[in-house]
């Protein structure tokens, strides 16, 4: 069974950074793709950045390029995202999502941008 | 920039079939851009429902379809059911990104 589980978000002061973690279990990671999506409060969807099955490609939404960064480590099957120079329109439920397009979610975790 | 249309609402009867389309004001949606569905209730992660236009993720029952209408991709719902009653979202993949349409709120009454 495909299990996801995200940690890390917190509440955060504008300008401030963060790191995200995604813990992977049930299948071999690195054979996926892996993908961050947020959703803001009572808002839709948002794809945020995804990263190849090795690491070597990344792709981000032009809402957070130059201030997130996706990474993976394959040897602790963990998928992360570093996030700085937050804004407050950063505030949403971030969800690690497997595959591409997105075929398992994790639960989300909240990130809270205000000071 | 892409923008992705999706009804923002709709309402069904139950028993009754809808579908609900996913376009973007690029052109026409076609297989191409891997057209996914997803149903998310409140305060739960997304659930895949149909993937590459139309085919069905483990586990979804089969009055859930996906398809190509016209210019646009189509979730199409057959026999609604009260606990169909959620927020749907489509996704288009746009080559290096992929575009979340704004979801439809569907109502079951």
């Known amino acids: 069974e495909v299990q996801l589980l995200e940690s890390g978000g917190d509440l955060v002061q504008p300008g401030g950074s963060l790191r995200l973690s995604c813990a992977a279990a049930?299948?071999?990671?690195?054979?996926?793709?892996m993908n961050w999506v947020r959703q803001a409060p009572g808002k839709g969807l948002e794809w945020v950045s995804l990263?190849?099955?090795?690491?070597?490609?990344?792709y981000y939404a032009d809402s957070v390029k130059g201030r997130f960064t996706i990474s993976r480590d394959n040897s602790k099957n963990t998928l992360y995202l570093q996030m700085n120079s937050l804004r407050a329109d950063d505030t949403a439920v971030y969800y690690c999502?497997?595959?591409?397009?997105?075929?398992?979610w994790g639960q989300g975790t909240l990130v809270t941008v205000s000071s | 920039q892409t923008v992705v249309t999706q009804e923002p609402s709709f309402s069904v009867s139950p028993g009754g079939t809808v579908t609900l389309t996913c376009g973007f004001n690029?052109?026409?949606?076609?297989?191409?851009?891997?057209p996914t569905w997803y149903q998310q209730t409140p305060g739960r992660a997304p659930r895949t429902l149909i993937y590459?236009?139309?085919t069905r993720s483990s586990g979804v029952p089969d009055r859930f379809s996906g398809s190509i209408l016209g210019n646009k991709a189509a979730l199409t719902i057959t026999g609604a059911q009260a606990d169909d009653e959620s927020d749907y979202y489509c996704?288009?993949?746009?080559?290096?990104?992929?575009?979340f349409g704004g979801g439809t709120k569907l109502t079951v009454l």
């Open positions: 999502a497997k595959g591409s397009p997105f075929a398992y």
């Open positions: 049930g299948f071999t990671f690195n054979s996926d793709a």
């Open positions: 990263i190849d099955g090795t690491g070597g490609v990344t």
């Open positions: 690029s052109g026409s949606v076609s297989t191409n851009y891997y």
């Open positions: 590459s236009t139309n």
């Open positions: 996704v288009l993949y746009m080559g290096s990104y992929w575009v």
